[in-house]
């Protein structure tokens, strides 16, 4: 055990006594610098805040223990203090007072460390939403408000200190570092502390990110989200009359073509790996803030993500694994999405903001993307909503081939092998002209086995079968039409639910079975637009 592992060790068991809470009191210090705030709130959201929801949510110390649609992320946002930014840009006459009420109330209920309440990601969140909005939460309030409000800020602000200096691991350290970097030039203008915590940020950018700039989770949320995390601190810094570090804009270099590549047609990010919806806006607005001018990345071999352009047709498909310190993460592997022109037409299930451990758990399942499924197993072990089992897919290749504008990109994952002794290997094509989209899964090994392959359809996609059941006529929009062949069985048209829109709506998915008999097994399928 090293060092820094042991320290950690020590506060973490610390923690749990009254003590430790006498170990973060200090002197009431007054902020001397303000901070910019890059990404102000939503004013229809500020001003559709339902204050009794919040009261309740600001007042848990634990997940709510319900079957109702609240879960885990509608408290978590709540002591994130993610609605302040919204409640700031409503302009209401009142938004002050409550937001002042609201504060002082979160700060009565949780006035020590608790596991929930002061858990690591939402601590440095609810730190940096305090220090951002500090002016329009401190105007006009009482002398009692502001010690209680500067008194907690401190408090929070060295245990954050304390989980940066001895467990700065895992795949938050953008965030804790940004937090560390307001507070230190929020309170203190320049510091002696600016110059290390700046030093960790660096090291935590290469261990929280591939070669490629893909972040760590493989999740394009909170890949936009680590941008965002450095753009405030690129803009704080500047804001203090320091110039930002190279080594940040370069950072800010290698991740943004990255977050292009996430987005299909309509701008917006796609469902992977438990991304949360995103409207093309805001994404729009984080690339124009990076300012970084260039196209997309279309091959990321170590975050996994392989990309196909072509005419008004883009594809994008899963060949990640997910990573070492990456558990909560969809088991999705070799499933695909595209869109023509800005219309959606093949997805994923995606995964609801507010939904039941039961929900979230099938969403993050194989069968919730659009790929390729044996007896109803997933390719990895999930278990519980956030996490993953010994059994996964531990080995992908992939390789990627471009002749005169067509592109073609094969991929083999494992995930199988241990089960059923079955490698699934999946091979796509895309024409030059955007207009043609062919596939293969291959099976070798094992056999005895049977499965589907699911391709999840856009809800504003209709589909119908025709020639005898044979193919499937797709509809998007008024004109544009899509035939899909297989050389399978015939194909069914099933249920499904779709969540890339911020509320579940119906749709429908295509089905089509398939016996592996063994040693190998082709399916091929296709969609091709219709002229």
């Known amino acids: 055990m090293t060092k820094m592992s042991w320290a950690g060790g020590i506060i973490r068991l610390l923690l749990r006594f009254r003590v430790y809470d006498l170990t973060l009191r200090s002197r009431l210090r007054e902020p001397k610098q303000n901070l910019p705030i890059l990404f102000p709130g939503d004013a229809e959201r500020g001003r559709a805040i339902r204050v009794g929801d919040l009261i309740r949510l600001l007042r848990e110390r634990g997940p709510v223990q319900t079957n109702v649609p609240v879960d885990l992320d509608q408290a978590r946002s709540a002591q994130r203090f993610d609605w302040l930014a919204d409640l700031h840009a409503s302009e209401m006459e009142t938004a002050e007072t409550v937001a002042r009420e609201l504060t002082a109330l979160w700060i009565d209920a949780h006035p020590a460390w608790h596991d929930f309440s002061w858990a690591d990601h939402l601590i440095v969140d609810r730190l940096a939403n305090w220090m951002l909005y500090a002016p329009f939460l401190l105007r006009g309030g009482d002398e009692i408000f502001r010690e209680a409000f500067l008194d907690s800020m401190h408090r929070q602000a060295r245990h ?20 560390e970097i307001f507070y230190e030039i929020m309170f203190a203008g320049e510091s002696r502390h600016l110059d290390d915590i700046l030093s960790r940020l660096a090291r935590q950018i290469m261990d929280e990110t591939f070669p490629d700039g893909g972040h760590r989770s493989r999740n394009p949320s909170r890949h936009m989200a680590a941008i965002g995390n450095l753009l405030d601190v690129h803009s704080t810094l500047t804001v203090a009359g320091r110039d930002p570090p190279p080594w940040l804009q370069a950072a800010l270099a290698r991740m943004t073509p990255v977050l292009k590549m996430f987005c299909l047609g309509d701008g917006g990010l796609c469902g992977i790996n438990g991304s949360l919806p995103t409207a093309p806006a805001e994404v729009e607005r984080m690339l124009a803030l990076a300012g970084v001018r260039t196209r997309a990345v279309v091959n990321a071999p170590h975050s996994g993500f392989q990309r196909l352009p072509a005419g008004q047709t883009v594809v994008l498909l899963d060949c990640g694994i997910a990573d ?26 995606g995964l609801p903001r507010l939904a039941t451990p039961e929900v979230r758990t099938v969403c993050r399942g194989s069968a919730a993307h659009s790929t ?20 996964r897919a531990k080995r992908v290749d992939c390789m990627r081939q471009e002749i005169d504008r067509n592109i073609l990109v094969e991929s083999e994952q494992d995930g199988y092998l241990e089960l059923f002794g079955v490698l699934h290997r999946r091979a796509l094509y895309l024409s030059p002209d955007g207009t043609d989209i062919r596939g293969e899964d291959r099976l070798t090994g094992g056999g005895g086995v049977g499965g589907v392959i699911r391709f999840h359809l856009h809800p504003d996609v209709g589909a119908s079968l025709v020639e005898g059941g044979r193919s499937v006529l797709l509809r998007s929009g008024k004109t544009e039409g899509w035939r899909f062949q297989t050389s399978a069985d015939r194909p069914a048209l099933e249920d499904s639910i779709y969540f890339g829109d911020g509320v579940p709506r119906h749709c429908c998915q295509i089905v089509v079975s398939f016996a592996h008999e063994g040693p190998s097994t082709l399916l091929k399928w296709r969609f091709a637009r219709e002229r």
């Open 324 to 349: 070492r310190i990456n558990d909560n993460e969809s088991a999705g592997i070799l499933a695909f999405q595209f869109s023509s022109g800005r219309r959606k037409i093949v997805v994923n299930c």
């Open 372 to 391: 390729l499924i044996l007896a109803e197993t997933n390719s990895s072990e999930l278990i519980g909503v956030e996490s993953m089992g010994q059994r």
């Open 160 to 179: 954050v200190r304390r989980l940066n200096r001895f467990s700065m691991t895992g795949l938050d350290g953008f965030g804790r570092a940004r937090s």
